[in-house]
């Protein structure tokens, strides 16, 4: 199955958590997760403040942000612990590494949100719900905590979506439906200045349904461009960029080409050599892969950006899912020409990246207790699929009995079918 990324409605996926500065704690310490804690570090300006706090402390009046007395003020019987930054950064790779699973497109807002990419379909997942509550599987099984997630067409639609479904749960806003499921929203919780949100709440706009009623000029004309933005927002358009975290997965290898190229059969003329580095690391590893992905980049910019959804100069990716695991050059050759050749057009590609997904391990084969001719056979049936994939169905054809034919007549007798 191809997975176009961008093909159709933009659709983005928000997913929240407790901070990971809180969540690194409840793991060296199990006996504070229903405890008020509050775990503190150094702001910008050098002095100590609340980094993260325990649903029992934010309860009590804690925010994070606070200067240290102040957080002592409002819950004195809080345990207050130093954030670790070195667990914390395990903490954030390992969940990249699980979200890599889920999408090719997938940026670490900070420690307690990451959005990612949910345009197409993902082939093991038959609709965005089911590909939705995998990508919380995955978080909570790095984590150890579930996560809220929201998906929607926007990135603060996603956002207030994860927001209204609380831990565990996932909520998803159908396309078309953001205007009215964020009508409730109150300006004071909007990304505006505060001077914006003061005004606004002194013309009697204290939700989004409010200043939907009120025309964009109008809002401008009062907010400059915060006017704006709250139309869009109240529209559910936020018109809002993704930063995708750009390392491929520890078994993905990326190519830069010499110079970009738009002809698949350039892409085709190095699918050898990124099929033969993957296959290394898959054996090396003594590992198999359950799924391949391919990512075309139209640039290789660590700050490339996705807008809406969709990927930035016309990138691409697509997956597909053998029959059985694949580790081998022989193996993985075929499945990543047929990717390129379903490729969608794309504007001239300068990375190419192979990820291996699902790794298992290696499958049984007992070769030298094949019979005769079966491995002759394997060859030409991997061939012919190479040929399929790159010129279509009807290239090759073969030969077949045709039952109660007569023996004596080889025209009647024999039929050509596809290959």
């Known amino acids: 199955m191809i997975v176009p990324a961008g093909g159709g409605a933009p659709r983005l996926a928000c997913l929240r958590f407790p901070h990971l500065a809180l969540v690194h704690v409840w793991r060296v310490h199990p006996e504070l997760r229903d405890e008020p804690v509050v775990v ?27 200067r240290l007395r102040q957080a002592e003020t409002a819950c004195p019987g809080a345990v207050r612990l130093p954030g670790n930054p070195e667990g914390v950064a395990g903490l954030r790779r390992a969940a990249l ?19 990612l990419d949910g345009s197409g379909r993902h082939p093991r997942h038959p609709d ?3 590909w939705a509550a995998a990508c919380g599987r995955q978080l909570a099984a790095a984590l150890g905590v579930p996560p809220a997630v929201g998906v929607g067409g926007s990135r603060f639609t ?14 998803r806003v159908a396309p078309g439906a953001a205007a009215a499921f964020l009508a409730p929203w109150p300006v004071a919780e909007l990304p505006l200045s505060e001077e914006a949100r003061t005004r606004l709440g002194a013309f009697g706009l204290h939700t989004l349904g409010d200043c939907a009623q009120v025309p964009a000029a109008d809002l401008q004309r009062q907010l400059g461009p915060d006017g704006l933005l709250v139309h869009r927002l109240a529209c559910g358009r936020d018109d809002a960029h993704l930063r995708p ?8 290898v990326r190519l830069v080409l010499a110079g970009t190229v738009q002809d698949r059969e350039a892409l085709r003329f190095t699918a ?3 099929a033969e580095a993957v296959a290394a690391r898959l054996v090396a590893a003594g590992r198999a892969a359950g799924r391949l992905r391919l990512v075309l980049r139209a640039e290789d910019d660590p700050d490339a950006t996705v807008e809406a959804g969709r990927p930035s100069g016309g990138s691409w990716w ?12 022989a193996e993985i050759l075929p499945i990543l020409l047929g990717l390129i050749g379903s490729a969608a057009p794309v504007a001239p590609v300068l990375v190419l990246e192979l990820c291996a997904l699902e790794l298992g391990p290696l499958p ?28 279509g169905p009807g290239l090759v054809w073969r030969v077949r009995l045709r039952e109660g034919a007569p023996p004596d007549c080889p025209e009647r007798r024999l039929a050509w079918v596809p290959g």
């Open 318 to 329: 697509g997956e597909r899912v053998p029959p059985q695991p694949v580790a081998t050059t």
């Open 272 to 274: 050898p050599r990124v």
């Open 97 to 115: 590494a699980a979200l890599a699973d889920c999408s090719p497109w997938v940026e670490w807002t900070d420690d307690a949100t990451v959005h």
């Open 40 to 66: 503190s570090g150094p702001g910008p300006d050098g002095r100590e403040i609340i980094l993260a706090a325990s649903p029992a402390a934010l309860a009590a009046g804690v925010l994070p942000g606070q």
């Open 245 to 252: 975290f750009r390392e491929p997965p520890a078994f993905g």
């Open 128 to 130: 965005e719900a089911a």
């Open 364 to 391: 049984a084969r007992q070769v030298d207790l094949w019979h005769r001719h079966d491995a002759d056979r394997e060859a030409i049936t991997q061939a012919v699929g190479r040929l399929h994939d790159r010129f």
């Open 158 to 171: 996603a956002f207030a979506a994860a927001t209204a479904a609380g831990p565990g749960r996932v909520r």
